[in-house]
DNA sequence: CTGAAAGCGCTAACAC
DNA sequence: GTGTTAGCGCTTTCAG
């Protein structure tokens, strides 16, 4: 490893004057400026940040966590904090939670001993206390969801609202018995989701069936969908509240043969490869997820990590709205679902 | 931030008595160990990783460098990486690279900086000679991808064997003239993908078709096939080589009304959500992606960053073969495709 | 068994 | 315009 020494040693210079002359430092000579620099890059100097960092300066690592970079959700954020980091020189770090505190709890420490100089998290349902103590020592934001204990910054997706609209675009399509497939969790996002639901639901007196449980379990998403099916009067349209559980379920309605939209009308979550060619096509809820990845990475390096202490702890909360795409998978709602039947065939 | 020189301070004791009882040294005694044991935990003290650096000791930061993290490929490797690194309490850090040599050397500069422990990287077409300057300077393993310039050690797939087999299929369900889609690039893997393509052909005496471009245009494959299936002797099946092309190629032949597998057998590559359930389920070849990342990550960490530098530069090459993932999309060649159609009516 | 002190590579305060 | 020096937090001799 080439340091400032071996270039001071090999020009008959001071350290100092070798540091000075990197950082472009005014008080050196053009000359010297110059020498130095060129001598840097024949030795192939690198600057040591672990050096730099002793001596108080911030890392250039930015810790991205989240629970499985294989969800279309998170590597799409991750690519975005990617790109945006970049651009700043800074470095992208990678932790998966698996959505397990432990795990969390486990990265958050090696963080800490690395300096990090801020942290992105979607955090677990329930962080250590250690965590929440760690994670007080450096910069951080949530994102996507947001827990009490962790601080008031945090960027977000309108999940009531895209629900909400989801569900208005089968009300307004005549539909007015609708189900709902959603998740269990207490804290979060999931209330929120069922929240829009029935918001809908109410400002056009239509009735709901829900079924909410554990999409974690790769059945339930499939039962849940016959559950709705086999009901005497069962419903004519479904919003489906997750990306796993819109997985889940289209391959079910895939097995169970049912004609969509004829027989039922189904709007997805999250856009990912293949929703497009889903049978007609998926209409679904389409997450700004990149847009708000870049505010959130932008918004922590601007406002967190500039030298000056002027950043404040503030709560500040950024909610992204989503947009609905509508493709093939629903149609207004036909007084006989036999008769549309008879029609296409 | 609290040193070890706090809790020296706190219990009347030297530091260097500290970072020996932190680091259970056997000449401390256990009494000494668990009174400094117990106040590191209670001020919450994190051992600074930077000091240690600089005193020679290898930073637990493994870099992972791919082109883009949202293709499966990609995101199925990280997160594999991300699992193996976090076992060994080694942090990973991710570098986008958007296959351009440009980017792929600004991250090296930073990453070198950064006194990054080691790297896996799915090298550009054409790295810049600061690149692999900077490469020798850490420990680095190739992933998927092969540069000679940049070393010996690397661990693949073995893709002419992968296309072979595929193509192999098609010829022992009777079709005796097949189309290929494949990329163009001088460099790495397409050629061997190609080349097992006709030497499959070549086994059987068949026909084949090639289109070779450029898959990056989005339109690219979409024409390729189409120009496959407008010859007036066209191909009963096509094998397509690359995850990009398969997506591509999936959403041309919906738009085009082709009926998979009466009309056209169509082998995929690589397996996306989705794939299974496009059309009749997609027959393709399933890259065993996870495993070897796996065992790259473990390799790197075993072989390359172990204190004892008995770690040789041997060359090293892995080569992960691939399975044939057979469902809908491919079928018995019919004598007349015509006839089929009519079958199926 | 424990303490004192040097030094990793860099920056910055203080000379000249 | 340049040199000297101290010190960031840790490990590691070398002394006791």
């Given at each position: 490893m080439v340091t400032t020494k071996d270039i001071a040693k090999q020009l008959n210079i001071a350290v100092s004057t070798v540091g000075r002359a990197l950082s472009d430092d005014s008080r050196i000579?053009?000359?010297?400026?110059?020498?130095?620099?060129?001598?840097?890059?024949?030795?192939?100097?690198?600057?040591?940040?672990?050096?730099?960092?002793?001596?108080?300066?911030?890392?250039?690592?930015?810790?991205?966590?989240?629970?499985d970079i294989r969800h279309s959700f998170y590597y799409k954020i991750a690519h975005a904090m990617a790109e945006c980091l970049e651009r700043e020189n800074f470095i992208l770090t990678l932790s998966e939670t698996g959505d397990r505190p432990e795990r969390e709890l486990q990265h958050l420490r090696e963080l800490a001993g690395s300096q990090i100089a801020g942290v992105i998290l979607i955090p677990t349902m329930r962080p250590h206390a250690e965590s929440v103590r760690l994670l007080k020592s450096m910069p951080h934001v949530q994102l996507i969801r947001r827990h009490p204990a962790l601080g008031g910054q945090s960027f977000g997706i309108d999940f009531a609202r895209a629900v909400e609209?989801?569900?208005?675009?089968?009300?307004?399509?005549?539909?007015?018995?609708?189900?709902?497939i959603g998740a269990h969790d207490q804290l979060f996002t999931s209330m929120d989701r069922l929240n829009g639901f029935r918001a809908a639901l109410q400002a056009f007196s239509a009735k709901g069936s829900e079924q909410i449980g554990e999409p974690s379990d790769p059945d339930w998403s499939a039962e849940a969908i016959r559950q709705l099916l086999r009901q005497r009067s069962r419903p004519t349209a479904v919003v489906l509240s997750s990306v796993r559980i819109t997985h889940d379920v289209l391959r079910a309605l895939r097995t169970l043969g049912t004609s969509v939209p004829d027989d039922l009308s189904v709007i997805g979550f999250g856009d990912e490869p293949g929703f497009e060619w889903w049978?007609?096509?998926?209409?679904?809820?389409d997450l700004p997820v990149a847009d708000l990845s870049t505010a959130c990475g932008l918004w922590l390096l601007h406002h967190r990590l500039k030298q000056d202490d002027s950043a404040s702890d503030a709560a500040f909360t950024n909610l992204s709205t989503s947009t609905l795409l509508v493709r093939g998978s629903t149609a207004e709602m036909r007084k006989s679902p036999a008769a549309a039947r008879k029609k296409t065939a």
């Open positions: 000579s053009v000359e010297t400026r110059q020498r130095v620099q060129e001598a840097a890059r024949n030795l192939g100097y690198v600057t040591n940040r672990a050096a730099r960092m002793l001596r108080g300066s911030k890392s250039n690592l930015v810790a991205l966590m989240v629970p609209d989801a569900t208005r675009h089968l009300l307004q399509l005549g539909h007015r018995h609708i189900g709902y049978g007609p096509g998926l209409t679904t809820v």
